[in-house]
Nanobody
Framework: VQLVESGGGLVQPGGSLRLSCAAS????????MSWYRQAPGKEREFVAS????????SYTNSVKGRFTISRDNARNTVYLQMNSLKSEDTAVYSC???????WGQGTQVTVSS
């Protein structure tokens, strides 16, 4: 079981990024998936989740209306579209498969002018 994130980087406030989480070693379509983030000096926090069929999603309040979680089961990939980024969104973002207790290595997102 392996999860590999990509798509992080440096972006100005108000900008957008799309993160990807590619799964291998298991069939992603059977699993609900989540994104978490950890800012420097802070605890890891929940960002968003999506059901195995993509019908149900959930977001932490601070990202509602700005972030969108989605999935492409045919590509075994989960996405996090992040719009209207703020400096407080700066963190390492990791995907998580709770049913497998599997974490990706994380990708750095830095929002700064």
């Amino acid at each position: 079981v392996q999860l590999v994130e990509s798509g992080g980087g440096l972006v100005q406030p108000g900008g957008s990024l799309r993160l990807s989480c590619a799964a291998s070693g298991f069939t992603l379509s059977r699993d609900g998936m989540s994104w978490y983030r950890q800012a420097p000096g802070k605890e890891r926090e929940f960002v968003a989740s999506i059901s195995s069929d993509g019908i149900y999603t959930s977001y932490t309040n601070s990202v509602k209306g700005r972030f969108t979680i989605s999935r492409d089961n045919a590509r075994n990939t989960v996405y996090l579209q992040m719009n209207s980024l703020k400096s407080e969104d700066t963190a390492v973002y990791s995907c998580y498969a709770p049913g497998r207790r599997a974490w990706g290595q994380g990708t750095q997102v830095t929002v700064s002018s």
